[in-house]
């Protein structure tokens, strides 16, 4: 992960953890709120805090359990009018050097995944963490992708083209190709 990558840093010193959690409270300024809010497209950006807590996993790794909460404010996606979302959202990480082989990729670059097991952990690099970051990410993830004020409608007809198939699946790709081929002739 790289910082730029990100409209918020918060690297923390992960060197010295113990089984003992080391709590970290982020609670970004008004200028990296300004940030968030245009990096996310969002009309506000209020009460944003992330808690972390942060305790050695395993032998080199990092477990990480959080909480992010925030009031976000985003554009209809019908009407364009604002949409008032307020987030309280619980999370846990983890991260390793060894993430790669306990990611259950084999040599032969097959995965074998299992809907039901945990994630496997992100790769971990150096000694330090960026908070930042994972806040940027637990926000994105929380954020409603296609907000709406209550009772927002499409009008009726929107997006259709006037055409209406019998079956109303859409036409197979081969038969547009074959109108394509006939209107050349």
Partial sequence: MALADFP?????????????PLVVDLRPDEAQLQ???KAYSLLALEDLVARFELRRWR???????????????????????PVEQQ????????????????????EEGEIDIDAFAEDPPDLLEGGRLDLGAILCEQLALALD????VPGAEL???????????????PPSPFAVL???????E
Wanted: hydrophobic share 30%.
């Fill in 145 to 148: 992708p296609f907000p709406r």
């Fill in 155 to 169: 009008p009726e007809g929107y997006g259709e083209d006037g055409k209406v198939d019998a079956d109303d699946k």
């Fill in 87 to 106: 987030i309280d959202e619980v999370f846990t990480m983890r991260f390793d050097p060894d993430a790669t082989a306990l990611s259950g990729v084999e």
């Fill in 8 to 20: 918020l840093s918060h690297p923390q010193d992960i060197q010295h953890l113990t089984d003992k």
């Fill in 59 to 81: 032998r080199d790794g990092v477990a990480i359990e959080g909480r992010l909460q925030a009031r976000a404010t985003q554009a209809c996606v019908v009407t364009l009018q």
């Fill in 35 to 37: 940030r968030l809010t």
């Fill in 178 to 184: 074959e109108r394509f081929r006939k209107h050349e």
